[in-house]
């Protein structure tokens, strides 16, 4: 079966614009989560979608945001870029519902660089 | 709270060599552990999921093992080769989210 698919694989933006990312689960995944990994910080949890609904969120200026669409698709955007957003974005999809039995499965990433 | 830590950072060893990373949680109802390799500008693969009725798994070359009871989880690997040379993450469960330790980057030297 397919993969957890993030789109676009590298983007280029400068200072102030804003981005949206793009993340499709594993057909019947309906929970997606998405994280942001730098060299400083690791891999830091920004927020988790259930059945389009927001269910934990990170500690992430307002300036990240993110919904779920009713075929579990994520997208996550962020709006006047700051050069500290430069980082790979990653998204992940499970299959659970009270709990995450199956594990995470995670996409490609998207590395995000702001100039 | 969930808090995971990785030791060591980085390790480097020469080819052939057996080795183990280790990880260890501080919530110890956790139930279920996951593994995951990330390769340099990559995403993340998941190598093992150990859930917590179970105290290993294996996978090839691979053995994941989980003792909630000490709150710590070991990866194995066996007759390591060059391709091994990874980051190796493990990650336990908190609320709707995975949380992560910060990583061992294997280096296998020919």
């Known amino acids: 079966k397919a993969g957890v698919t993030q789109t676009p694989r590298y983007l280029i933006k400068t200072r102030g614009q804003q981005v949206t990312l793009s993340c499709s689960p594993i057909s019947g995944h309906r929970s997606v989560s998405w994280y942001q990994q730098t060299p400083g910080q690791g891999l830091q949890f920004l927020f988790e979608y259930f059945s389009e609904t927001q269910r934990n969120k990170g500690n992430f200026p307002g300036r990240f945001s993110g919904r779920q669409f009713s075929n579990s698709r994520s997208e996550m955007n962020v709006s006047t870029l700051e050069l500290g957003d430069s980082a790979l974005y990653l998204c992940?999809?499970?299959?659970?519902?009270?709990?995450?039995?199956?594990?995470?499965?995670f996409g490609s990433g998207t590395r995000l660089t702001v100039v | 709270k969930q808090e995971v830590t990785q030791i060591p950072a980085a390790l480097s060893v020469p080819e052939g060599e057996n080795l183990v990373l280790n990880c260890s949680f501080t919530?110890?109802?956790?139930?279920?552990l996951q593994w995951f390799r990330q390769d340099p500008g990559k995403g993340l693969t998941s190598l093992l999921l150990?859930?917590?009725?179970?105290r290993e798994q294996t996978s090839g070359r691979l053995n994941a093992s989980l003792d909630k009871s000490s709150g710590r989880s070991t990866l194995y690997i066996a007759a390591s080769q060059p391709g091994d040379s990874a980051t190796y993450l493990c990650?336990?469960?908190?609320?709707?989210?995975?949380?992560f330790g910060q990583g061992t980057r294997l280096t296998i030297n020919p």
């Open positions: 992940a999809s499970s299959s659970m519902g009270q709990g995450p039995l199956g594990g995470y499965t």
């Open positions: 919530d110890s109802a956790i139930y279920n």
């Open positions: 990650a336990g469960p908190g609320a709707q989210k995975l949380v």
């Open positions: 150990i859930q917590s009725s179970q």
